[in-house]
């Protein structure tokens, strides 16, 4: 009896390890500078400031611990005894590190209670305090500096549960997730081409994937998958002998992929059993345990010892029809909703998705430091550095004899010395100052300081504060205990006056701010679809269409309306974002760029050859650069400023344009994809929701005829130099974004973005997030390159102007003191005009008045 007891022991024991086997702990490591773009690293200025790095993190099953790792260094003229650095997570402080004379980088690890971290956004926050050793004065504060090595910094997760498996509700956190944030978003396409349906499914994905990313740059890929085939059949992308794929063994190039489709399409890679829960609008998560387990060079983060899961996934958006797989695809894109806590689901309460919170815009008005989430701080030292931000509408257009009023609210106590000053910086650019002595009596209550307006441009601004406080005179740094203290209340206002609702295109610096005209809020009214095309079949070009419509999205704040395209079927009918590489454009499309075809064909192709030789860890050497650049020069043969007329030879656009047009339309009319994308866009972006229904369609014509009159007389034209271009051999282009307005007589926008070859455009897409280039996109066109990433700004060619609220007459006079102010002669012609009929009107009244005096 006591032998079977053991035997049966042994048995429950077995089965129940059977029925739950034990997970594996997770190790998981995230880099601090996957938290942000650019530069890897965080530099604090001053005797203080102030850092905040936003982390998403992924959830694990019974989280035991997390160590922060730290690899810092700071000047060498700080006070030991009055340096630190202090950290906290989600408002805990958690180390007080010190900053003493500099002996090399310092590393530090900090052991976390897993109670501190939860899943999904944390705020790690940096803020340091120093005073220099020997030099107490404003001048010492500028050796004042501590910096963290975000590469070299890392925050490690450890748990005793492993990876949970994936379910809807953690999609959007997976996709955020700060382990992961290197990795492109892979969208995954069942067959060998991308069409116009899936084109349009992938950027509504990818516009929220940007959205939940904040403000980190999006990458987002193009996978096209073959689908398993009969071996007669067997498609190119599966060797004769090799297994056909499934959703276990796709190659994806990371964890975070989304796989769109019809469930007919879908069906060969999900399985019978899955393809048949798919009953109508279906989203679906699945575990994925392919390559992306092991973490890539260019990934170093990720899970360690987490066995071959790692937290990747593949959600999968499908349906019976077309139909379906919008309404599935829009209910995935609408951040708005959460979804539920299950692995798969019918959508039911599909609609169009809401809009998110909108972003506070700032118009005319008074605003308190509070409303803009300034609060009142108190400083002592000799200098204080703060600021706080300013959201301006897209149809921001100053005036420029007029300015923004900062009222400020400060006091100061403590012995000053001469020089104290308040000074105001916006957007980099000094902007007023204001003096602090003692004839205010310590006080200064509603101190006006006029900032100049043109400082000022459409979307985010930033507003810099430095005070300046000299003390009366020298103090030996050990012993100054009483050093000056300045206060800045809340209650301080910014007061914005009238602003012409206008805007004037091409302007790469307003599309990257607000994603007008394509995205965001102008005027009132909500901008209209727009459409997508993308001329080209390499899976290279779709992926950059999404990550180009994910950063709009993230600008614009919203889901933007879309009606896409694939190929050249004649011009678009709306503004435009146009996709393809420069030989396969049709010349249609450069008919008002600022660019010939194949003069931008001829730059490109020079600056991807050199920026693939150092790909290769092959640097072209700087004569055959120079060679190179001398080649593209002499081939212009002198005329850099006029524009071709047919195509560069050996090129085929208007071929190839026609012959990708064809395609284009046969793809787009498939099952009336075109009007269909056309007729969601409509209700997407309703007219009449927004405010258009009251204006009619003539009185529109009527103001956009009256814009063009204006714009002809009021705007400079001023032709590229290209020649200019390749006078820097080393910074030759390989990836061009342009713009500009689309031929006929309607105020439409293209915006291009082109590249030689599918490498070329991958390696430009990823420099313009991590080499932090987006935000220094200004004029009518960027060129740029990975083998040198700074970007080349072209001036704007042939501007235009969009008059925003044009039934309004306070608008419509300001718009004209605006343009007036630009051009000083027309300003002078008219005012000599006017004081000439003045004069003849005052003359021949006179002379009449004389004769019915003089009764003649």
């Known amino acids: 009896m006591a032998a079977l007891s053991a035997l049966l022991s042994l048995w429950i024991g077995l089965c129940a390890g059977w029925a ?3 997970l594996a702990a997770d190790r998981r490591v995230i880099p601090l500078s996957n938290l942000r773009d650019g530069q890897p690293e965080v530099t604090l200025h001053g005797e203080t400031e102030t850092v905040a790095l936003r982390a998403v993190l992924p959830p694990v099953i019974g989280l035991t611990s997390a160590v922060l790792t730290l690899t810092y260094e700071n000047g060498i003229d700080i006070l030991p005894e009055k340096g630190s650095m202090s950290v906290f997570i989600n408002g805990s402080p958690v180390a007080d590190l010190p900053l003493a004379a500099f002996r090399g980088p310092v590393n530090a690890s900090i052991t976390l209670p897993g109670s501190l971290i939860r899943p999904g956004e944390n705020q790690i926050v ?14 010492g504060t500028y050796d004042l500096w501590a910096r963290v090595n975000l590469a070299a910094s890392s925050l490690t997760l450890m748990s005793d549960g492993g990876v949970p498996e994936p379910d809807l509700a953690m999609v959007r956190q997976l996709l955020a997730s700060a382990d992961r944030a290197r990795e492109p978003l892979a969208i995954v396409q069942p067959g060998g081409e991308i069409d116009a349906d899936h084109l349009g499914w992938g950027s509504m994905v990818a516009q929220s994937y940007g959205l939940l990313l904040g ?3 999006p990458r987002v890929m193009a996978v096209p998958v073959k689908p398993a085939g009969n071996p007669p059949t067997n498609p190119p992308g599966n060797p004769p002998g090799n297994p056909a794929p499934t959703l276990e063994s796709l190659p994806l190039p990371g964890g975070k992929n989304i796989l769109i489709g019809t469930r007919d399409r879908l069906a060969p890679l999900l399985g019978e059993a899955r393809a048949a829960a798919i009953g109508g609008p279906f989203l679906a998560v699945y575990p994925y345990a392919g390559p992306s387990a092991v973490p890539s060079a260019a990934n170093k983060g990720g899970p360690e010892g987490s066995g071959a899961g790692g937290g990747g996934f593949v959600a999968v958006a499908s349906g019976r029809t077309q139909q379906e797989v919008d309404q599935a695809v829009m209910r995935l894109a609408d951040v708005t909703r959460p979804l539920p806590t299950q692995t798969a689901m019918i959508v ?13 815009v700032q118009v005319e008005g008074r605003y308190r430091l509070s409303d803009l989430g300034f609060q009142t701080v108190q400083h002592s030292g000799y200098r204080y550095t703060g600021r706080f931000g300013l959201t301006l509408p897209a149809g921001f257009a100053p005036v420029s004899d007029r300015s923004i009023l900062f009222h400020v609210n400060a006091a100061f106590e403590g012995n000053l010395g001469p020089g104290a000053v308040l000074n105001v910086r916006v957007n980099g650019k000094s902007a007023g100052a204001m003096e602090v002595d003692k004839r205010s009596s310590g006080i200064i209550e509603n101190g006006e300081m006029p900032l100049p307006m043109a400082l000022f441009r459409p979307g985010p601004n930033l507003i810099e504060l430095e005070a300046e406080l000299p003390p009366a005179g020298g103090t030996d740094c050990v012993f100054a205990v009483r050093r000056p203290t300045f206060t800045l209340l809340d209650s301080s206002s910014i007061e914005i006056p009238g602003f012409a609702r206008l805007v004037t295109l091409p302007s790469l610096g307003g599309f990257a701010n607000t994603a007008f005209p394509y995205g965001g809020t102008a005027g009132g009214e909500q901008a209209p679809p727009f459409d997508l095309v993308v001329v080209g079949r390499d899976p290279a070009w779709f992926g950059a269409a999404w990550s180009l419509t994910a950063k709009l999205a993230q600008r614009a704040g919203d889901l933007m309306a879309v009606v896409p395209y694939t190929g050249w079927d004649g011009l678009p009918n709306d503004n435009a974002l146009i996709v393809g590489p420069v030989a396969a454009l049709p010349q249609a499309v450069f008919t008002s760029a600022p660019l010939p075809a194949d003069r931008l064909a001829g730059l490109l192709e020079a600056g991807a050859l050199i920026a693939q030789a150092k790909a290769r860890g092959e640097p072209m050497a700087a004569a055959d650069r120079r060679a190179l650049a001398d080649r593209l020069r002499l081939g212009w043969s002198g005329s850099n400023a006029a524009r071709s007329g047919p195509a560069r030879p050996g090129g085929v656009p208007q071929g190839m344009g026609q012959q990708m047009g064809a395609t284009g339309s046969a793809l787009a009319a498939d099952g009336g994809a075109a009007n269909r994308w056309q007729r969601m866009a409509g209700e997407a972006k309703d007219p009449a929701a927004t405010g258009r229904g009251w ?11 009256a814009a063009r009159y204006i714009n002809s007389w009021t705007v400079e034209e001023a032709p590229v130099d290209v020649v200019a271009l390749t006078e820097n051999a080393e910074t030759l ?8 307005r689309a031929p006929g007589a309607e105020p439409l926008t293209w915006t291009l973005l082109t590249a030689a070859d599918p490498r070329a455009v ?7 997030g991590d080499a932090g280039l987006w935000d220094k996109l200004r004029g009518g066109g960027a060129l740029w390159s990975s083998a040198a990433p700074a970007i080349t700004t072209l001036e704007v060619s042939r501007p235009y102007q969009i008059i925003l609220n044009p039934f309004d007459i306070g608008n419509l006079i300001l718009i004209l003191a605006r343009n007036l102010s630009q051009r000083i002669e027309l300003l002078f012609a008219l005012l000599l005009g006017t004081a000439v009929v003045l004069t003849v009107s005052m003359r021949l009244l006179l002379k009449s008045g004389h004769r019915e005096r003089s009764g003649s």
């Open 20 to 22: 739950a086997p034990a």
């Open 126 to 139: 940096f803020q340091t305090s120093a005073q220099h050793r020997a030099i107490c004065t404003v001048r």
């Open 215 to 217: 403000d980190q740059t």
């Open 348 to 360: 039911t309460d599909a609609a169009v998705p809401a809009a998110p919170p909108a972003v506070p």
């Open 695 to 705: 204006v009619p369609d003539w009185a529109r014509r009527v103001m956009a005829a």
């Open 733 to 740: 282009p390989e990836a061009a974004l342009l713009q500009y």
């Open 762 to 768: 991958d390696r430009a897409m990823r420099s313009l």
